[in-house]
């Protein structure tokens, strides 16, 4: 399949890590942003093809795992209401909030659907005159545009009764906290692809001029982050810091226009809260206050609600590159994707169920779980 196989390449695998371990002469921690970068890591045995003093940690480009306890408790507030129909997307639905989640508010006779577009809640509202009908929507800058694209028809087309609860957070602010923080181990950055292929990557550009550190995007298959890698580390060695683009058959400098022009109509830069690492300012987006009657913070006043952490999750400290899920004593026994404890471990991205997908939780495993693919690189290696 084009764009697939030949990026799962054992033979060009074999020739990038080859010149990973020529070119480095020193230990190197390295952070990819994206969970769906993490995933591939975990899943193809990544980690381990590196030489030895590479160290991948992970990032906050989880959007499930950002998104705060306190926003889950306001989705399960607004949910448990006769007179909505709450929407979201599938990845949602297990999240775990103070006390249960969205499957266990559904079972209770909430009304909660899984939609595959937030565009499906026009369809949903105009059939239920009677009910509000509310989209979550979550993530970064990727699925902004059509969080947006739903706000804005639903204004155009005088659909009055649906409205979204926003909880948008952006990945730049992100990383220059991490920078900033006295506990950073973080060298240099796999910048995430997704994001960029929406919003360019002009903006990580005084990010890397600033803080000094190297920012390569990065696309997601096996050779995309071996490749990202070795760029990585070869402006590492060299005492450069600039962005580059390993992804270049997707995204470029600029990103999409369009998409862009329409997030900026509807939603406005503001603080927000990431989970486990706090208020980071101008981190993230609110709607406009021309598309305020579509709020549904504002609609169901759900601005105060109490909150509660598992005090035996460290997905805080995993989101910050801290730390990794093995070094979680619950992680396996007390955290299972069956009974997450946190948003790490019940998300499709999160590292913690990437890491129990692929046999992490199994001591004996640690080293064994990988792809066919994957062994016969390590034996080229």
């Known amino acids: 399949m084009k764009y697939l196989d030949e990026y799962r390449d054992g033979d060009v695998a074999a ?220 402006q590492l060695e060299e005492g450069r810091a600039v962005v580059e683009n390993e992804y270049s058959r997707i995204l470029n400098r600029d990103g999409n226009i369009g998409a862009q022009k329409l997030v900026a109509n509807v939603f406005e830069i503001s603080d927000r809260k990431w989970r486990g690492v706090g208020t980071i300012p101008k981190s993230g987006y609110k709607l406009r206050w021309e598309f305020r009657d579509h709020d549904a913070e504002r609609l169901f006043d759900v601005k105060h609600i109490d909150t509660k952490e598992p005090e035996a999750c460290i997905s805080g400290q995993i989101l910050r590159g801290l730390k990794k899920p093995h070094d979680c004593p619950a992680f396996g026994t007390g955290c299972t994707p069956q009974k997450p404890l946190g948003a790490t471990m019940v998300s499709a991205e999160g590292a913690c169920a990437a890491y129990y997908a692929y046999g992490r939780h199994l001591e004996q495993h640690r080293e064994a779980t990988q792809y066919v693919s994957v062994e016969s690189v390590r034996g080229a290696a």
Not at 82 to 111: A, E, H, W, Y
Not at 128 to 134: I, L, S
Not at 162 to 191: D, E, M, T
Not at 204 to 221: C, D, H, N, Q, W
Request: hydrophobic fraction near 45%; charge should be positive; glycine fraction near 8%.
């Open 15 to 234: 020739k990038i890590v080859a010149e990973i371990r020529r070119v480095q002469t020193r230990p190197w921690v390295l952070m990819e942003v994206c969970g769906g970068q993490t995933h591939s890591i975990v899943k193809h045995g990544i980690d381990h093809l590196l030489p030895e003093g590479i160290e991948l940690v992970h990032g906050p480009g989880c959007p499930v795992c950002v998104t705060p306890l306190e926003m889950i408790d306001k989705a399960h507030a607004i949910a448990q209401r006769k007179d909505v129909i709450f929407c979201s997307f599938g990845d949602m639905l297990r999240v775990p909030g103070s006390n249960g989640d969205l499957f266990t508010i559904k079972s209770q006779g909430g009304d909660v659907r899984i939609v595959y577009s937030p565009l499906d809640c026009l369809k949903i509202a105009r059939t239920n005159p009677a009910k509000q009908v509310v989209f979550f929507a979550i993530g970064f800058e990727t699925t902004a545009p059509a969080n947006a694209m739903l706000v804005w028809r639903a204004r155009e087309e005088g659909v009055k009764n649906v409205s979204i609860l926003v909880s948008h957070v952006l990945v730049p602010p992100a990383i220059a906290s991490i920078l900033q923080s006295p506990l950073n181990r973080v060298q240099g950055f796999l910048g995430p692809g997704h994001v960029c292929a929406v919003m360019g990557y002009r903006e990580y550009e005084p990010l890397s001029a600033r803080f000094k550190v190297p920012i390569v995007i990065t696309g997601f298959e096996p050779l995309d982050i071996l490749q990202g890698t070795l760029m990585t580390i070869r």
